[in-house]
């Protein structure tokens, strides 16, 4: 994009004054910059004036961690009068429960795969840093030397200050009225006194971004809600003690101490001089959510001062009594204190926690960066930046998109309910595949009735109710061959996980199953321009006969991997993109926007539909028998060849085929209209008992195409990553010119890191992602996802690791403290030569007590 567009960035908090500085930092023009405050320059009144200010950085998400890591050296640089802005005082997290502590040693692998310095420590050594916590219930505690505190709104004056000398325009105490648009596009933003125009509106408004949303006709998913945090009176047990010559300007000494088995947290503020004065401020989450309407927050107040602030609700003491009498037992040197002040401050929540950064995708030009906190900000802001400036971000930013909740999420019911669960969720144990409470069962297969017949577990996603075992399968664990058995899995693992699974990968491979993928997103791409959009965009020839299957990529303009998916020609001008989420449907109906702009005749219809049908895929050496006892059409490898799709009936239902597979086994993926579902499933279901078919559901899948060697995008490869390094360059064509991220591909250089395929060693140790690989006792890349491979009978994963670790190489995972050995193995490994997949009919059920072609 140019950096001679015209900004408005509405908000001049934390988030939005660093917008303008990294902007300006890019090469933008400051005179073109425009940052409008509804409230007073300084003290705007929002959360950044009352926030706590702690920096953790260690977050089970790398781009969450990385925003964190920014945002402290930022702050770091940040000085006035010799002072930072960020005081490096350490952060020290407690245990009170063997299961936190497990937690803590969870953590402390995020830190070290995310290069982050950070050490598990005893009682012992806690009770060093925090001298006065209790000794009887503290059992340990995770140190990350280099978190601290922040102070939030002395960085933002600074920044202030230092955008506007590079002729950066502030308007303050200015409420915006309107957002102005065009044909889609964003022109201005409307105030009280003028229209300022614009050729881009950034929405930086914090717990008011809803409203300036609701301006734009945009949707913004976040819910402020009430957290409380006090200040206690002054601490006689501190009382006296000097203050220590790296003190800033917040005068505190001791790491923030966060006490997570009670949502707790504390830290000091300090009074410089000679002998201080302590006092201790504790922020709670330990009380009921309170959300607010946003619509009822103060605009433009005229006076703000520390107490008295928009973002500022009255303290409710029956909520803090609680976490008052925690605190009294965790610090009992606080026994004798009161509270000298308290407050409800107000944050901005989304369904995941996470914050809402791009454009909006039914607005042009009109982006935002919210939900943010301070921890974050700088981070934030400089990959929205990076967006801006050069379209990629240096960062993976999939799942922070203002577009990657599906539709039935961004409802205001639905924003309501999930966003209280995310902050009742802030400091709890949160399992990788926990079952999320609220709200629930809003997307149901029409294959639903069924799957609750034969004990269906659900897990939700993006709405979907998603099987993943069936209980009806648990009576077959009694008839499973040893070699199938399943293995015993430590507490932590086995959360959500059955061993009917077990059954479900063993019909898989030797009988037939069948998978509900109905949730699997398929976006129709229609129109006389549809080739042009597609051949544009893909790294593969797409412009095949109709009937034609294409695994391809998307790129960035970096030559990273926007996203992979299957491209499927339907007819002339009809395809399916069989892709990974909604900030891919998003991404193509901007691209098709764009082309039908610049070549009119060339438009391009994107329809999302996924809701209107179900699918199944049927799997398994035994599939063909199934499928032609319930079809008349020929299924045979001559008539319908692999990566081909055709349309067909069964039992006068029709359905359109693929010949695909995603697990490595002869079968198809049946696609109908919804209304056919229940039919289809119970034609299929019948015919299969006599082959021995079973429902199966994800946690199969995950363990089988793992083995297979098949990577998930978003999880083992994502924006950051180019197909060379993540070992998909079978999905690029290089004698293919002009499709996005060629030239930055041909100027790849040798990777320094590559994808590898990891098989535990002992035959049973589970590892479940994020953890850190050791490679000659030193960490030096992280496992991305992971499964048990039941057909090899070990857990596999896939890991991120230096290019000069190679097959056959010893590595170490560290799991919750404990290491376990792994070897890097060539892949696949199960079925190399696809020969199962590729099966005229003549292949047999698989049976292990045989040697078979695996790769170990």
């Known amino acids: 994009m140019s950096t001679s567009k015209t900004v408005v960035i509405i908000g001049a908090g934390i988030v939005g004054v660093n917008v303008a500085d990294e902007l300006v930092a890019r090469g933008w023009r400051g005179k073109d910059v425009t940052v409008i405050e509804q409230g007073p320059l300084n003290m705007p009144g929002g959360s950044t004036s009352h926030a706590p200010g702690l920096v953790f950085k260690t977050t089970p998400s790398k781009t969450m961690s990385m925003f964190a890591v920014y945002t402290m050296e930022k702050l770091l640089g940040l000085k006035k009068d010799g002072v930072s802005c960020f005081n490096q005082l350490g952060g020290l997290e407690i245990a009170t429960t063997p299961e936190r502590l497990d937690e803590l040693r969870r953590k402390h692998g995020y830190a070290l795969a995310w290069g982050i310095d950070a050490h598990i420590i005893n009682a012992d050594e806690c009770l060093k840093l925090w001298p006065h916590l209790n000794s009887k219930a503290v059992l340990g505690g995770l140190h990350i030397p280099s978190d601290g505190l922040a102070l939030a709104a002395r960085a933002v004056q600074i920044l202030i200050e230092r955008t506007k000398k590079a002729g950066v325009n502030y308007l303050e105490s200015t409420p915006v009225t309107g957002i102005k648009k065009t044909n889609g596009r964003v022109t201005g933003v409307t105030t009280p006194r003028r229209t300022i125009s614009s050729d881009i509106v950034i929405c930086c408004a914090g717990l008011w971004g809803v409203e300036v949303g609701k301006l734009a006709g945009v949707t913004i998913p976040i819910l402020p809600l009430e957290h409380q945090y006090v200040k206690t009176t002054s601490v006689s047990a501190l009382r006296g003690r000097p203050v220590n010559k790296h003190m800033n300007a917040m005068n505190a000494e001791y790491p923030i101490l966060r006490y997570q088995d009670r949502d707790l947290y504390y830290r000091e503020h300090g009074e410089q001089a000679r002998l201080s004065r302590i006092w201790l401020g504790i922020g709670s989450y330990h009380h009921r959510p309170m959300p607010i309407d946003a619509a009822t927050l103060e605009l433009g107040p005229k006076h703000v001062d520390e107490k008295h602030m928009p973002s500022r609700r009255d303290f409710t003491p029956e909520d803090f009594d609680e976490a008052w009498a925690l605190s009294k037992e965790i610090l009992p040197m606080i026994q004798d204190c009161g509270i000298e002040d308290g407050f409800n401050g107000i944050f901005s ?404 890191k590559r994808l590898r395929c990891l098989t535990v060693d002992d035959g049973h140790s589970m590892v479940l992602g994020h953890e850190p690989v050791f490679h000659e006792g030193k960490p030096v890349g992280y496992v991305t996802s992971a499964a048990f491979g039941y057909t090899i009978r070990k857990p596999v994963a896939y890991a991120w690791l230096p290019s000069h670790v190679g097959e056959g190489d010893a590595v170490e995972i560290q799991y919750i403290g404990t290491k376990i050995k792994a070897t890097v193995a060539a892949e696949p490994l199960f079925d190399p030569d696809m020969s199962r997949s590729l099966s005229d009919g003549s292949s047999v059920p698989l049976d292990l007590s045989k040697p078979f072609k695996a790769r170990l």
């Open 349 to 752: 929540f989304t369904r995941d926690g996470g914050p809402l950064i791009g454009e909006a995708p039914n607005l042009e030009g009109f982006w935002v960066a919210e939900a943010v906190w301070v921890t974050h900000s700088a981070g934030v802001a400089k990959a929205l930046a990076e967006l801006l400036t050069t379209g990629v971000s240096s960062l993976d930013l999939a799942n922070c998109l203002l577009t990657r909740f599906e539709e039935v999420q961004l409802s205001p019911a639905y924003t309501h309910a999930s966003g209280q669960q995310s902050f009742a969720e802030v400091y709890q144990i949160l399992h990788p595949y926990r079952q999320t409470s609220a709200p629930r069962d809003l997307r149901l297969s029409p294959f639903y009735p069924r799957q609750k017949e034969l004990g269906g577990i659900f897990l939700e996603n993006a709405g979907w109710e998603r099987p993943y075992t069936y209980e009806a399968n648990a009576k077959l664990l009694r008839s499973l061959p040893k070699e199938w058995q399943p293995v015993d899995r430590d507490a932590w693992s086995a959360m959500n996980y059955s061993n009917v699974a077990s059954v479900e990968a063993w019909k898989t491979r030797t009988a037939v199953a069948m998978y509900d993928i109905s949730a699997f997103h398929r976006f129709e791409v229609s129109g006389p321009g549809a080739v042009r959009l597609l051949q544009r965009l893909t790294t593969k020839n797409i412009d095949g006969e109709p009937g034609t299957i294409t695994y391809t990529l998307f790129l960035t303009e970096r030559g990273t991997i926007r996203t992979d998916a299957l491209v499927v020609r339907i007819s002339d001008d009809v395809f399916w993109v069989k892709a990974n989420n909604a900030n891919d449907l998003a991404f193509l109906q901007k691209a098709a926007r764009h082309q039908q702009k610049q070549i009119p005749n060339q438009w391009v219809s994107i329809r999302d539909i996924t809701g209107g049908n179900c699918a199944i895929s049927l799997w398994g050496p035994l599939a063909r028998e199934v499928i032609t006892s319930v079809s008349a059409d020929d299924f045979s490898n001559k008539s319908f060849p692999f990566y081909t799709v055709k349309k067909a009936n069964i039992i006068g239902i029709p359905v359109t085929l693929l010949r695909v597979s995603e697990v490595g086994e002869l079968g198809w993926e049946i696609v109908a209209s919804a209304e056919y579902g229940l039919r289809l499933w119970d034609a299929l279901y019948s015919a299969g008992q006599p082959h021995g078919l079973v429902a199966a559901g994800r946690s199969a899948y995950d363990g089988l195409r793992i083995e297979k060697g098949f990577r998930t995008w978003g999880a083992d490869m994502d924006s950051e990553h180019d197909p060379f390094e993540a070992g998909i360059d079978h999905a690029v064509q290089l004698d293919k010119k002009g499709f996005v991220g060629e030239a930055a591909l041909r100027r790849r250089a040798k990777p320094a």
